[in-house]
């Protein structure tokens, strides 16, 4: 049963309302313009095509990877957006391994000369890397550099958003990029598009994400994405304070800094897997589950 949302908008942050707005075909419009507020000026996007975001491995035992959304652009440079909603131990060697797959589908049989077009993995991220959460820089451009500090391969680019870092109210936007943040953090609480985000791709966005709009069974889909995102933020909170709790007691043992960083990675991993093991459970499907989580497919299915 589909119960009225006091909500106008959906949000961003949802697998529902984040592939609505910006992984389909009718509304790439809105992803071309998100990107090109990231994007240096010689990789702007004229136009995209959505492509199959789920990769499975060479080989049996190869893992397999699902995108949140995979574009191609009609110069040949392939995008990975993703919304990472927690915190992985490993989350940086996760955005390496998938960057990989659309590298390996570039691979060309006969003779071929090995060349590739760009890569670029993009990170929305609703958390705080540990090694630059002390910084006010939000947005991160990673490279391959050498020990010069000058670009080695301009071919592979990790983009990364820490959204929890954008405080700006509406009336302190100032750049395009300024906007989209703001939406991806507050759409959901608007009730009606703030004077400065009006006309043209906003004007767009706001009649994609108004939820009056959507069939009973798109309102039902937005509804249980909606439950899943506020459980694992709810569970998630949870298990960080026990997590710094016992890293607390952990750290006048062992030194107060070394164990409230311990409890804490340890409270959102396994916070990640309980909610992970609850979907299992309910009946999810495990693509959809790690799409959800972050987690592999392999690891969902030993849970």
């Known amino acids: 049963m589909v119960f009225p949302l006091p909500d106008k908008y959906i949000d961003l942050l949802t697998d529902f309302g984040f592939k609505r707005v910006f992984g389909t075909e009718p509304n790439k419009a809105l992803l071309i313009d998100f990107l090109n507020t990231l994007l240096p000026p010689h990789h702007q996007i004229q136009d995209v095509t959505i492509k199959n975001p789920e990769f499975l491995g060479k080989t049996l035992v190869d893992r397999r990877a699902i995108f949140d959304i995979y574009c191609q652009s009609t110069s040949g440079e392939r995008f990975i957006v993703e919304m990472q909603k927690a915190k992985q131990t490993f989350f940086k060697d996760r955005s390496v391994y998938y960057a990989t797959f659309p590298i390996q589908e570039q691979a060309q049989q006969g003779n071929w000369n090995y060349k590739l077009t760009a890569v670029y993995t993009v990170g929305i991220l609703d958390f705080c890397f540990d090694d630059h959460k002390q910084d006010s820089e939000l947005l991160h451009v990673v490279e391959l550099k050498n020990q010069r500090c000058e670009v080695f391969y301009d071919k592979l680019k990790f983009i990364y958003v820490e959204l929890p870092k954008f405080t700006k ?3 302190q936007l100032e750049t395009h990029f300024d906007k989209w943040l703001f939406l991806l953090r507050h759409l959901a609480s608007c009730n009606a598009p703030p004077e400065p985000l009006q006309g043209n791709v906003f004007a767009q966005l706001f ?5 009056a709009n959507f069939s009973s069974e798109e309102q039902a889909l937005y509804q249980d994405s909606l439950k899943v995102y506020r459980d694992m933020y709810s569970v998630n909170q ?4 026990e997590g710094l709790e016992q890293g607390l007691e952990q750290g006048r043992l062992e030194g107060l800094e070394q164990g409230l960083e311990q409890g804490r990675l340890e409270g959102e ?7 992970a093991k609850q979907m299992k459970a309910a009946g999810l499907p495990l693509k959809d589950i790690a799409q959800y989580t972050g987690l592999s497919v392999d690891d969902i299915d030993q849970l």
């Open 207 to 211: 009649e994609v994400a108004e939820i």
């Open 169 to 171: 109210s509406v009336d």
């Open 269 to 275: 991993q396994a916070g990640i897997q309980k909610i």
């Open 238 to 241: 949870t298990l960080i304070q």
